[in-house]
């Protein structure tokens, strides 16, 4: 459904987009920010690869670009806090607006708590400031990471790459483990390791930890 220059090209289009719009200010309304990113990527409410962000003319009349926009970033904030990283990520991507596709090139910044204490920690903390626990150490063999780091964005705990396959990934026949080896009763988005790449379906996160000269 490609509408150019949102006017309706026949009585059918004609009746469907005032339609179209209630549906999606009925469905803003009650909170339902997926229903409206779903319908206005189905229907193609934002052409495709406007020349700029201040160039964007809506499919839909009437309908106000800065809402649209609004729904969009409401729905990739909330997929971001389920952790669901690269659904975010893939709807930066595709999304025909200029202003929503900007933010796959703006650089990320990952903020690190304490595992213990979850107080904030500064990039060269080895040990936090408030609780004096040490930062860094394996979840499993609690030893330092040195190279890369995974760990849970739910809990804070992770350790060495190997250590995580080999608790959660369910190697040898094993029966696959959800819950955090430090104890802590989270179920951790790590379980997937095994079956997929780093970041993807499983939600983890990876930092390669290089020792200081």
Request: hydrophobic share 35%; with cysteine.
């Amino acid at each position: 459904a490609n509408f150019k220059k949102g006017f309706p090209r026949n009585a059918l289009l004609f009746a469907l987009l005032p339609t179209l719009k209630n549906l999606l200010i009925e469905r803003a309304d009650a909170g339902d920010v997926q229903t409206c990113v779903v319908i206005c990527e189905v229907m193609e409410v934002i052409p495709k690869k406007s020349p700029s962000a201040t160039d964007v003319s809506l499919a839909v009349p009437g309908l106000n670009l800065m809402l649209v926009r609004q729904w969009y970033l409401s729905y990739i904030d909330l997929l971001q806090q389920m952790c669901l990283f690269s659904h975010a990520t893939n709807l930066i991507r595709l999304c025909h607006d200029p202003e929503i596709n900007k933010l796959n090139q703006q650089s990320t910044t990952i903020h690190e708590s304490c595992p213990t204490c979850s107080k904030p920690l500064q990039v060269s903390d080895k040990t936090c400031r408030s609780c004096r626990q040490k930062i860094g150490l394996c979840f499993l063999c609690h030893e330092p990471v040195k190279g890369i780091f995974v760990w849970c964005p739910g809990c804070g705990h992770g350790g060495h790459l190997e250590h995580a396959l080999e608790w959660f990934g369910g190697n040898n026949g094993d029966k696959l483990r959800e819950l955090c080896p430090t104890g802590c009763g989270h179920r951790c988005n790590l379980i997937q390791l095994s079956q997929s790449t780093m970041g993807s379906a499983g939600g983890a996160l990876c930092q390669e930890i290089k020792p200081k000269q």
